[in-house]
C-alpha cells in the first residue's frame, strides 16, 4: 500500500484553467503538508496542516487553496492557473509537527501550465 | 536565518568510489537534520536523519552522515558507489518551533560511472 498517495501523477492544462490535486494518506499521521519543487529542483513548503488546521501558509498566492476535509486527506486546488505554477507537487505527512519528526512524501505530482 | 547549503551540484563518482555529498547549514536553534534521495520522476525518500544523542547516523542503502556541530555540517558518505545510487540527493533541516517546515538545499545530482 502507497503511504502518501497523491492523484494525478501527471497533468497539462492551459492557462486560466482550474485544477484540483487530491493527496491521502494511511499512515495515521496528524500532518500533512504541501511541497513545490520548481525546474532547478528546488523545494519549498507552500502549507502544512495539523489535525485539520493550518498551521503553516509559506506566502503562498490566493489562488492556491489547501482543503483539508479530514486528516488523512490534504487537497490543493489552485484557480487561474499561470505558466509560472508548472512545477511538481508534493504532499507528504508526519506523526507531529517538527521536532524532528520524519516527514514522507508522495510521488509527486507534475503540474504542466501551457 | 536559517540555510542549507549544499556544496557541489553535481559530484560524479566511479563504481565502488566513495561517496561524498558536502552539506552545511545554518540555525539560531538546535537543528534536525535529514537527507533525503529522488529518482527520477519519484517522490523523495527518507535516507536518514539527525535529531539527538549519536552524531554518526546511519541509514538506508549503505550511506551514513555525521552530526558536525563545530563545523555545522551533515555531510553524506558511503564507501563504495553502486550504480543504482545515481540520484538527487537532498538535505534538509528542520529548525522551526513546531511547524514541520523543512528547509531544503539546493540538491546534489550523483553521477556513477562504470
Known amino acids: 500500500d502507497t503511504a502518501v498517495s497523491q492523484t494525478p501523477k501527471y497533468l497539462v492544462t492551459q492557462m486560466g484553467n482550474d485544477k484540483s490535486i487530491k493527496c491521502e494518506q494511511n499512515?495515521?499521521?496528524?500532518?500533512m503538508y504541501w511541497y513545490k519543487q520548481d525546474s532547478k529542483k528546488f523545494l519549498k513548503i507552500m502549507f502544512s496542516y495539523n489535525n485539520k488546521e493550518l498551521i503553516i501558509n509559506e506566502t503562498v498566492p490566493n489562488r492556491f487553496s489547501p482543503k483539508s476535509p479530514d486528516k488523512a486527506h490534504l487537497n490543493l486546488h489552485i484557480n487561474s492557473l499561470e505558466l509560472g505554477d508548472s512545477a511538481v507537487y508534493f504532499c507528504?505527512?508526519?506523526?507531529?509537527?517538527?521536532?524532528?519528526?520524519?516527514?514522507?512524501f508522495g510521488e509527486g505530482s507534475w503540474l504542466t501550465v501551457v | 536565518a536559517q540555510s542549507v547549503t549544499q556544496l557541489g551540484s553535481h559530484v560524479s563518482v566511479s563504481e565502488g568510489a566513495l561517496v561524498l555529498l558536502r552539506c552545511n547549514y545554518s540555525?539560531?536553534?538546535?537543528?534536525?537534520l535529514f537527507w533525503y534521495v529522488q529518482y527520477p520522476n519519484q517522490g523523495l525518500q527518507l535516507l536518514l536523519k539527525y535529531t539527538t544523542g549519536a552524531t554518526l547516523v546511519k541509514g538506508i542503502n549503505g550511506f551514513e552522515a555525521e552530526f558536525k556541530k563545530s563545523e555545522t555540517s551533515f555531510h553524506l558518505t558511503k564507501p563504495s558507489a553502486h550504480m543504482s545510487d545515481a540520484a538527487e540527493y537532498f538535505c534538509?533541516?528542520?529548525?522551526?518551533?513546531?511547524?514541520?517546515?523543512?528547509?531544503f538545499g539546493q540538491g546534489t545530482t550523483l553521477q556513477v560511472k562504470p
Open positions: 534538509a533541516l528542520d529548525g522551526s518551533s513546531n511547524t514541520g517546515k523543512l528547509i
Open positions: 540555525s539560531s536553534v538546535p537543528p534536525y
Open positions: 499512515l495515521g499521521h496528524d500532518t
Open positions: 507528504a505527512s508526519s506523526q507531529g509537527i517538527g521536532s524532528g519528526n520524519t516527514i514522507y
